[in-house]
């Protein structure tokens, strides 16, 4: 009798938890990333020269990198459009605690950008215990590959799209007569949207991974559409870029490599799947 009751306590022993249990457990690890995107956004804020004048306004300047480089291609294949060397944005602020209040703003965007790595891995630890161990092996891999390609577009946004959208928008004008000055607001709502849009969008492999494993997407689904999603890539390059054909073939090239390799990971996802159900 004493041998089936302690058989019978085994399972009890491997508590499972409670729904106030894994809240508690959520909790501390959302606890643990916020305190990482404050401490990273207070060293932002502490060099706020940097952020602005060598990150955040730059792309507003002639002298930035991307525009530099453009404006020698451009001159080297007679395309004057690429050439963005008379650049003047005149930034205006327009509210009294506007200045400060950016700058809290940036801060805290820059710190959740460099902690985004760490608060990916708080997310997995909090998930991995109730994966297989096969898909703890592979779920580690899906980290790396997640903040790889999140980081990738907001580098390839910033140095690529970000310029070309704020010299098309900055200095687009309907009239001679009409001239722009850009509001501080203004401009970072530009800058930040458009960097984190394409860093998410750089996420699509991640996302049909996914949806190819819950069976809500194939790679015959991606593969019918891509004639439409290829369309829907140009009218979203020609948005974002000056009108000339270089620079939109400059910007859609990248997002249709996306989509190529996001149909192969689909493909692969989807042999696995059935290759299981075999």
Same mark, same amino acid.
């Given at each position: 009798m004493e041998e089936q009751s302690t058989k019978s306590n085994e399972p009890a022993a491997e508590k499972v938890m409670t729904f106030w249990d894994h809240l508690d457990e959520l909790r501390a690890h959302i606890f643990r990333s916020l305190i990482a995107v404050v401490i990273l956004a207070i060293i932002a804020f502490l060099n706020r020269e940097f952020i602005f004048d060598s990150?955040? @306004?730059? $792309?507003?300047?002639?002298?930035?990198? #991307?525009?530099r480089a453009l404006c020698k291609v451009g001159e080297w294949l007679s395309l004057n459009a690429l050439c963005i060397d008379d *650049?003047? @944005?005149?930034?205006?602020? =327009?509210?009294? /605690? &506007?200045?400060? @209040? #950016?700058? *809290?703003?940036? /801060? =805290?965007?820059? &710190?959740?950008?460099?902690?985004? $790595?760490?608060? @990916?891995? %708080? =997310?997995?630890?909090? !998930?991995? $215990?109730? *994966?297989?161990?096969? %898909?703890?092996?592979?779920?580690k891999g899906g980290l790396f590959i997640s903040t790889f390609l999140f980081l990738l577009g907001i580098l390839f946004s910033y140095y690529l799209i970000v310029p070309l959208t704020v010299n098309f928008l900055g200095t687009y004008q309907v009239s001679e /007569? !009409? #001239?722009?000055?850009i509001s501080l607001s203004s401009y970072i709502s530009t800058v930040v949207s458009v960097t984190f849009a394409v860093g998410i969008v750089f996420e699509l492999p991640i996302l049909v991974y996914f949806l190819t494993k819950i069976g809500v997407l194939t790679p015959d689904f991606m593969k019918k559409n891509r004639k439409y999603m290829f369309v829907i890539l140009l009218v979203l390059s020609a948005i974002i870029t000056p009108p000339d054909m270089f620079s939109q073939v400059l910007v859609v090239l990248p997002l249709i490599g996306l989509y190529e390799i996001s149909i192969k990971v689909s493909q692969r996802v989807y042999r696995k799947n059935y290759e299981e159900i075999d």
């Open positions: 990150v955040i @306004l730059a $792309p507003s300047t002639s002298d930035f990198f #991307t525009n *650049m003047k @944005l005149e930034i205006i602020n =327009i509210k009294m /605690s &506007g200045q400060f @209040l #950016t700058h *809290m703003y940036i /801060s =805290i965007i820059a &710190g959740f950008i460099f902690a985004f $790595p760490y608060v @990916l891995w %708080e =997310i997995w630890r909090f !998930v991995q $215990p109730a *994966m297989l161990e096969n %898909e703890k092996k592979y779920s /007569s !009409v #001239t722009n000055q």
